[in-house]
């Protein structure tokens, strides 16, 4: 059957059902077409019913899939963690899920033509306005944060999202928006943002910064006081650990390097000093401190603070300059007295025991003399003369009136003159410079000598010893060596042991100088150098 034919039936069929005349159609059917015909064209209706009730079953199951999309739809809507409405343009609610009716407080079916902005915060409406404003103007997805006022004076801080959508229908747009309750999030954003207020208040107040290192990075971070402190812009720093290094002084900066190493590969605590010369030229000395930490990434850092502690090392160092101020004073005043005191029991000696010996011995030459007993006190005349070289002798060491009298290097070479004997010789070599120093200073550098000396003659057996002692520069060098056995113990036990060389260090302390000590078995040699200054004579005019 072709097009033209089918176009006719079809037409007829119309016509027949429109008219309801079925002799008239059946008189027309019987004209035009044959029983051929008529059964293809019933084959082809079979066919197009076939097709029709198929069509109809999809529908069916579109219908059914639509409605269940609808209805989860519909579940998300209202049970979604984010409340959703839908706002005319005037901002009254045209729908609203049920969390939003939740977060507001009202009943869901209340909700609708309700203002939105009923539920704002009135100091915040301007922003709402701005808000809606931007969704009508702007295409994209507009965003604000803002606080909800409800009935029972609650508040709620929320976040704001939405779209504007044109109503074909009213012609007018619409508000699509998301509101998120966001208050547990700004609540925490708030402890968080006075915390770290406070915690920046603390550190300013204290003049502290903080810093954070990566090892494995090799990244340094500074806050913006820790730039302050260091004495230098943003700018100036790459932000490695090898560049921090080039901030510390350049003397510093291969201890500070070896000191951060050791602490990053131990895992230690950072607790270093170092100092810092700003763009102004002022020196500083900081700290820094801090402990193993780690990162957001679970990476191992170091973290902690950087003070400035110039003015704590001053008066520390003030401190200890006066504490040893202190120390020189009572040990200044407590060898003063010992001289005064040996000085009284010298001239007791020489002015009054001496002078009786001598009085006794003359007796004795009378008696001797008169009585013809010449044999008899011959030993009574040796104790007196024994007597009297051991009462000149203590009163010497004592009080070296020849120091007194001859000056220092006459002083030294007689003393060398006493303690020389057959086996035992000393050597003196001595500036002619030395006479000029002050009488404390002689007397001091006399007793040091004196003790050196004695200490050499009852321990070293030495057969050499050898005093020099030289004033150069404004410096005093006073060397004292012998060729005896050395010491048996290190130089800290000795020091420890031994009176005589606490008291040499004691007087050295006093010079404010320095001793060095070597002893082996060739021997011992001790240097002492201090300043010539008119330090010590301020010391010894306070006691």
Known sequence: M????????????????????VGSDKVIWEEKFHDNDLGLLLSELQIFQLELEMQNEELIESARLLDGERAKFAGFFNLAPV??????HIGAIIEANQTGADLVGINKQKLINKRFQSFVDPENWELFYAFLHSLQTQETKQSCELSLLFADQSESYVRMEGTAIYDPIV??????????????????????????????????????????????????????FSYTLLGINPWDFDGTAKGFIQIVHPDEQANM??????????????????????????????????????????????????????ERKRIAEESKNLENEKQRIILSAAFDAQEKERYRISSALHDSVCQILY????????????????????????????????????SYELTPS??????FSAG???????????DFTIRTTIKASADRLHQDIQLYIFRIIQELISNCIKHADATVAEIKVCTEDKKITLVVTDNGKGFSTNTDD???????????????????????????????????????SNRFTEITQVK
């Not at 007829?12 to 429109?18: A, W």
């Not at 004795?364 to 044999?375: A, V």
């Not at 005349?381 to 000149?392: F, H, W, Y």
């Open 257 to 310: 390097r070896q000191q951060l190493l050791n602490s990053i590969h131990n895992s230690k605590e950072i607790d270093l000093e170092f100092r810092v010369i700003t763009k102004s030229g002022e020196l500083k000395t900081l700290c820094i401190k801090g402990k193993e930490a780690y990162s957001a990434s679970k990476r191992t850092c170091f973290a902690g603070i950087i003070m400035d502690i110039t």
């Open 171 to 224: 012609k007018k747009n619409q508000y699509y928006i998301a509101v998120i309750d966001v208050s547990e999030s700004r609540i925490g954003q708030q402890k968080l943002l006075d915390t770290t207020q406070r915690l920046e208040m603390t550190l300013n107040a204290s003049e502290m910064g903080t810093w954070t290192m990566e090892p494995a990075s090799n990244k340094v971070f500074l806050d913006d």
């Open 402 to 407: 020849v120091l007194r009298d001859f000056g």
């Open 412 to 422: 030294i070479r007689e003393m060398a003159q006493r303690f020389s004997t057959a």
């Open 2 to 21: 072709d097009k033209k034919n089918k176009d006719t039936i079809i037409a007829l069929l119309r016509k027949r059902i429109d008219d309801s005349s």
């Open 494 to 532: 000795a020091l420890l042991r031994g009176s005589g060389l606490r008291a040499i260090k004691n007087r050295v302390y006093l010079l404010n100088g320095t001793m060095d000590l070597h002893s082996s078995e060739r021997g011992t040699s001790i240097t002492i150098v201090f300043k010539n």
């Open 83 to 88: 409340g959703y409405f839908i706002l005319d």
């Open 359 to 394: 009085g006794i011995r003359m007796n004795l030459q009378n008696i001797q003399s008169k009585m013809n007993l010449s044999r008899e006190f011959q030993q009574v005349n040796n104790l007196l003369d024994q007597a009297v070289r051991e009462t000149r002798e203590l």
